[in-house]
């Protein structure tokens, strides 16, 4: 199976918080990642969270850590059209700077 | 700081014409990737440079795809020849030695008819 999930589509109205899932396999003690990737664009780091943190906050992101699931979210607070994109996940794959990217979640906001 | 730049942004070629990409990792970032994106999917590796030299090359299909990086600055990925399933973005990062995250460039979108 694939190494690391993601559910495939969020849809959550303007000023509501979305919360986007990510289950991974690989439990080498590193860094795991959210990027962001709208129309016609290359990723843009997000976020990133090291795997001895439980919880970061950045703005309106917040990324929870369950490493003995091996589950990692991505919050966004008070939601804005311009979150409108597809996020990805990114954890480690084993070996020396190498990462398997999740296959995305596509999320919509609706004004 | 410039980032990631990629060339062409779009390129349309015929199955079994050849084609290149090109790529300019940030100002003194060491490691340089090429991953594949197909429509609906997240990225793939295909190829991982340190410096010059190759990292990981296990997912490159070798029979038609090549890459270089012969100065350790900028890389080029040739398809030759190209396939109907070679449709995807082609997507360039890089890095700093011995770090994970990783800056991506704009993407070249492949079409193959």
């Known amino acids: 199976g694939e190494d690391v999930e993601q559910s495939l589509f969020l849809s959550v109205r303007e000023g509501d918080s979305s919360v986007i899932n990510c289950t991974y396999t690989?439990?080498?003690?590193?860094?795991l990642y959210w990027y962001k990737q709208e129309p016609g664009a290359g990723l843009q780091l997000l976020t990133y969270?090291?795997?001895?943190?439980d919880m970061k906050q950045d703005q309106r992101l917040t990324v929870l850590l369950n490493k003995k699931d091996k589950h990692l979210s991505l919050r966004i607070a008070d939601t804005q059209t311009g979150d409108s994109a597809i996020y990805f996940c990114?954890?480690?794959?084993?070996?020396?700077?190498?990462?398997?990217f999740g296959t995305g979640t596509k999320l919509q906001v609706i004004p | 700081e410039a980032g990631v730049a990629q060339s062409p942004r779009y390129k349309i070629i015929e199955k079994r014409q050849s084609v290149a990409f090109w790529c300019n990792p940030i100002?003194?970032?060491?490691?340089l990737y090429w991953y594949q994106q197909i429509l609906g999917q997240g990225p793939k590796l295909l190829i991982q440079?340190?410096?010059?030299?190759?990292?990981?090359d296990s997912q490159l299909p070798k029979d038609r795809f090549s890459a270089e990086r012969l100065k350790g600055v900028d890389s080029t990925l040739k398809i030759q020849p190209a396939k109907l399933e070679d449709s995807a973005v082609y997507l360039c990062?890089?890095?700093?030695?011995?770090?994970?995250?990783?800056?991506f460039g704009p993407g070249t979108r492949l079409l193959v008819l």
């Open positions: 969270i090291f795997s001895n943190m």
């Open positions: 990114a954890a480690p794959r084993g070996g020396y700077q190498k990462v398997t």
């Open positions: 440079f340190q410096n010059n030299g190759v990292v990981d």
């Open positions: 100002s003194g970032h060491a490691t």
């Open positions: 990062a890089s890095s700093f030695k011995g770090a994970e995250t990783q800056y």
């Open positions: 690989d439990s080498s003690s590193t860094y």
